[in-house]
């Protein structure tokens, strides 16, 4: 099976600076990841994806890192602003057994 | 349009009722998903349905039983819940696999007394 660990369950960052959101799985067959945004009260919000065969991909403000040789992923945001807190979580999967397990989630606190 | 609508937002009921969620999306999407989130933990799988057939159910109790009368919706009929049933239950779709891009709606809250 596979488990999702996400580094630290909150963080604070100052408004205007970056920040980086780590998680780490077990399973080296999984091939596909996945960052979901939850703010309070919502349903979880789709930020951006990586396969496994690319190590970066950069979308608006966000990039997602993987690291395969150490079973690791990162978010990082670019230019944190007040929208940006909630708690986010990362989801990895495998094409080929049709599996998504969420990690614990970190929740971002952005500091005006 | 990536919406997934969910009725109602807000759900108390008593442990002997019988009540219904309700989740519809119009993105053409073959699969849709119910999962159950618990406060500051992550979304759990409770069941799949891909082209309106239950593919996956992750050893739910039989107070659950999901429905999918068409591919645009699906519902989750509660009868007999516990108050460790509590808890926002989201519906999601995607375009057939697990795997693709999911679509979550915004949830219904339910408190069972």
């Known amino acids: 099976g596979e488990s999702v660990g996400l580094h630290l369950p909150t963080l604070s960052v100052q408004e205007g600076d970056n920040s980086i959101i780590n998680c780490a799985y077990s399973n080296s067959a999984s091939d596909y990841f996945i960052w979901y945004k939850q703010e309070s009260g919502k349903g979880p919000q789709f930020i951006i994806d990586?396969?496994?065969?690319?190590d970066k991909r950069q979308g608006q403000r966000v990039t997602v890192l993987l690291n395969k040789t150490v079973k690791h992923l990162s978010l990082q945001i670019a230019a944190t602003q007040p929208g940006d807190s909630a708690v986010y979580f990362c989801a990895v999967g495998n094409f080929g057994n049709e599996k998504l397990t969420f990690g614990t989630g970190t929740r971002l606190t952005i500091i005006p | 349009d990536t919406e997934v609508t969910q009725t109602p937002k807000h759900l108390v009921m008593g442990m002997t009722n019988k009540k219904s969620l309700k989740c519809e999306q119009h993105?053409?999407?073959?699969?849709m998903y119910w999962y159950k989130q618990k406060a500051k933990k992550p979304p759990e799988l409770m069941f799949v349905y891909s082209y309106e057939k239950l593919s996956i159910n992750e050893s739910v109790p039989s107070r659950f039983s999901p429905e999918c009368p068409n591919s645009s919706l699906l519902n989750l009929h509660l009868h007999a819940l516990q108050p460790e049933d509590s808890a926002l239950y989201l519906c999601?779709?995607?375009?057939?696999?697990?795997?693709?891009?999911?679509?979550f709606g915004p949830g219904t809250r339910l408190t069972v007394l």
């Open positions: 999601a779709s995607s375009q057939g696999r697990m795997t693709d891009t999911q679509y």
């Open positions: 993105m053409g999407h073959r699969a």
């Open positions: 990586i396969r496994s065969n690319m």
